[in-house]
T-cell receptor
Framework: DAGVIQSPRHEVTEMGQEVTLRCKPI?????LFWYRQTMMRGLELLIY????????DSGMPEDRFSAKMPNASFSTLKIQPSEPRDSAVYFC??????????????FGEGSWLTVV | RKEVEQDPGPFNVPEGATVAFNCTYS??????FFWYRQDCRKEPKLLMS???SGNEDGRFTAQLNRASQYISLLIRDSKLSDSATYLC????????????FGKGTTLSVSS
């Protein structure tokens, strides 16, 4: 089965440029998450969607960050303009909720972003 | 504030050793608890869920103490392949969907 697919895997960009990260969740999953991981802050939840609707974006660091999910099989995370402190690994993850047992989320391989 | 705290380690142990990791969480309303494993430069993957009564999966045992808001992971008979970062994970919303991760505890098992 195909897992969560992210692109690009690696990106190096200059400060001020727009960065768009893409994600295809596992088919049938109705939750999609964007996380950011750095050594200093660990894994941070940025935003998550349920059935394509943003539920909680309180983790989005500032207005330079935006995320969309136009349909069940695609989501983007955009940074405009990018800054060096945005350098991190950005993970997309998806899940489906099973009753009251919570959910297991499955991560993509991550997009490694370096802003110089 | 959403907080999941772990000792970052590293824990350096020989093969065959028993090692325990601890984790505390700040949201008393949390209902779902997990341990994830992350290998170097890889994505996190589910190791095991943590149930109120405690649960075991082979050499791994997880326990939950709701009163103290404390979770533990015990690894017996450590293998070289257990070397990784172990992430404590707690849900942060009533639906149990949004998961908050600790920064992880690094384990290095040597021969």
């Amino acid at each position: 089965d195909a897992g969560v697919i992210q692109s690009p895997r690696h990106e190096v960009t200059e400060m001020g440029q727009e960065v768009t990260l893409r994600c295809k969740p596992i088919s049938g999953h109705d939750y999609l998450f964007w996380y950011r991981q750095t050594m200093m802050r660990g894994l941070e939840l940025l935003i998550y969607f349920n059935n394509n609707v943003p539920i909680d974006d309180s983790g989005m660091p500032e207005d330079r960050f935006s995320a969309k999910m136009p349909n069940a099989s695609f989501s983007t995370l955009k940074i405009q303009p990018s800054e060096p402190r945005d350098s991190a690994v950005y993970f997309c993850a998806s899940s489906f909720l099973i009753g009251n047992s919570g959910n297991t989320i499955y991560f993509g391989e991550g997009s490694w972003l370096t802003v110089v | 504030r959403k907080e999941v705290e772990q000792d970052p380690g590293p824990f350096n142990v020989p093969e065959g050793a028993t090692v325990a990791f601890n984790c505390t969480y700040s949201n008393s309303a949390s209902q779902s608890f997990f341990w994830y494993r992350q290998d170097c430069r890889k994505e996190p993957k589910l190791l095991m869920s943590v149930y109120s009564s405690g649960n075991e999966d082979g050499r791994f045992t997880a326990q939950l103490n709701r009163a103290s808001q404390y979770i533990s992971l015990l690894i017996r008979d450590s293998k070289l392949s257990d070397s990784a970062t172990y992430l404590c994970v707690v849900n942060w919303d009533q639906a149990g969907t949004a998961l908050i991760f600790g920064k992880g505890t690094t384990l290095s098992v040597s021969s």
